[in-house]
């Protein structure tokens, strides 16, 4: 699958260009000349990285790399005047995984984000869907936008739920699991009782769930809605 980069750049000329080298490399772009381009593009897809460049017409690089921290967990380079050191280094305070300045030379741009992706491809992989946040990197875990607080087994149920999206996981493969991760004894019973507190927690409607479904006389498996396409 192409990794999908969002660029914000308000130079035509500059975008068109980078468009063309990005995916003659493969990649898929998508374009924003504005911050309030971008805020909308972000909105309504997601991205394996971003390319953003510092001045914009209507706001600056800054507030969109603070909101794609909030939104997307993706690596982010910075285009850059020349020579513009005090913009580099607040982008790099920032949590910006890399800079580049302009004028660039087009196969260093293509190595710095190959280096980028490469680091996010080697850490475990944030879970967005339908309001449900997981990082298994931080062991955090939202529910719209809200932190919810799993004991250890309840987080270890709902990680093997998101790590196999579309597979039925029956009763005996969940014990076998959580018996290796909680090294104590884990019964019918308490699995039972384990995925009524994990709906508890994440569903909207326990009593109607959408992100944990029973499959009658096999198990479970991962709601349609939580699975990507």
């Not at 969002?6 to 998508?30: P, W, Y």
Request: net charge negative; glycine share 6%; proline share 4%.
């Amino acid at each position: 699958m192409r990794k999908k980069i969002c660029l914000v750049e308000d130079d035509k000329t500059i975008a068109k260009n980078l468009m063309r080298l990005l995916q003659s490399e493969g990649f898929a772009v998508s374009h924003a000349g504005t911050q309030r381009e971008a805020s909308a593009m972000l909105a309504e897809s997601r991205f394996d990285m971003a390319l953003v460049d510092i001045s914009l017409p209507d706001g600056n690089g800054f507030a969109v790399c603070t909101e794609i921290q909030q939104t997307q967990n993706i690596p982010v380079i910075f285009l850059t005047a020349s020579g513009d050191e005090s913009s580099v280094v607040t982008g790099l305070n920032m949590g910006a995984d890399d800079y580049i300045t302009k004028p660039f030379r087009p196969r260093e741009l293509i190595a710095r984000i190959r280096a980028a992706l490469r680091k996010t491809d080697c850490q475990p992989a944030c879970f967005d869907r339908n309001g449900i946040f997981v990082d298994p990197v931080s062991g955090l875990v939202k529910k719209n936008g809200k932190e919810i607080y799993l004991s250890a087994l309840e987080y270890r149920l709902l990680l093997i739920f998101i790590n196999n999206p579309g597979n039925i996981l029956t009763r005996d493969r969940l014990l076998d699991e959580l018996w290796d991760a909680a090294g104590q004894f884990v019964n019918n019973n308490t699995l039972t009782v384990y995925i009524k507190r994990l709906r508890e927690k994440m569903e909207d409607d326990p009593a109607s769930p959408q992100m944990i479904l029973t499959v009658h006389g096999i198990g479970y498996r991962l709601g349609d809605g939580y699975v990507s396409e």
